[in-house]
């Protein structure tokens, strides 16, 4: 069995499939294998996953009966997850080719439950933007001194995609993405997931391209109305936990409340940043 195993949800992503795929062929930790999990795309993105599957070995393929979405899709690999660790990698995303190997060494050194990389942001056309990494350096938090990570989670996204992060399986056993949900479903499943991490890792190397464009699998589309739902049901899914990270009290809750609404200005903040870096 495989050390790591990467779940992929493929939904039409014929344009950009062979680049992810390739990113993770060309890792320098060769000890994986793909679930890609076929949503009933439309283009050739069956024949794809195909292809490469016929070239290597340790390439899997789920077919969805009907479209269900991302969360859907992701938690059908979920069932099938049986290696130490678990990656995430959104089929219109790509890795550089040393990210399996940097987040497994420092999880195998340090016994972490979860290692994350910064990221980069790949604009139509070729701009790259790189965000502000969740801290200004590496990191190595212990349970008793997880509150950066939850305070960050409250009041931020850095650390909501699951996307950036290696996973010890055993973390997210019973865990599944909330397939109702169609924004923030990411921060959900990582709120609950923080609630069984001992050790955290954050590595300041940029490791994972994000592309930015109309064909993402989440947030497109959505009202206003749609994205605040979602958020404020994850504000109660934080409160819910607060005691398991020993910070239940007026403070935190009140800034697990407003959390919705620090993150519509932050947002607006980097859009406008976005727009500005993108030209």
């Avoid at 130490?84 to 790509?94: G, R």
């Avoid at 212990?142 to 996307?163: E, F």
């Avoid at 399986?169 to 909330?178: L, N, V």
């Avoid at 592309?211 to 994850?234: H, I, M």
Wanted: a positive charge; charged letters at 25%; proline letters at 2%.
């Amino acid at each position: 069995m495989a050390k790591i195993q990467i779940i992929v949800p493929v939904y039409n992503a014929q344009e950009y499939l062979r680049q992810c795929f390739d990113s993770i062929i060309n890792q320098t930790f060769t000890d994986w294998e793909v679930i890609a999990v076929d949503d009933c795309s439309r283009d050739l993105s069956a024949d794809i996953i195909k292809e490469y599957m016929a070239k290597d070995a340790r390439f899997r393929c789920i077919t969805q009966e009907t479209n269900g979405g991302v969360s859907k899709a992701r938690n059908k690999a979920l069932d099938m997850i049986c290696a130490p660790y678990v990656a995430f990698l959104d089929s219109d995303d790509y890795w550089e080719n040393t990210m399996l190997e940097t987040l497994f060494n420092t999880a195998e050194s340090n016994n972490c439950d979860v290692v994350q990389c910064r990221y980069v942001y790949d604009f139509p056309g070729g701009k790259q933007v790189i965000p502000r990494g969740a801290f200004s350096g590496d990191a190595l938090l212990h349970n008793g001194n997880m509150k950066p990570v939850l305070l960050k989670m409250m009041t931020g996204i850095n650390l909501n995609h699951v996307c950036m992060k290696l996973i010890r399986t055993s973390c997210i056993s019973g865990i599944y993405f909330d397939s109702e949900l169609k924004t923030a479903e990411d921060l959900k499943f990582s709120v609950n997931m923080f609630a069984n991490v001992n050790t955290y890792a954050f590595k300041d190397k940029v490791l994972y391209h994000y592309r930015r464009s109309d064909t993402s699998l989440t947030g497109k589309g959505l009202s206003g109305a749609q994205k605040l739902y979602a958020n404020r049901l994850v504000s109660r899914e934080i409160v819910k936990l607060l005691h398991v990270w020993h910070m239940d009290n007026f403070f935190y809750r009140l800034l697990a409340y407003m959390r919705p609404y620090i993150i519509i200005l932050s947002k607006i903040y980097r859009i406008l940043r976005e727009k500005i870096a993108s030209k």
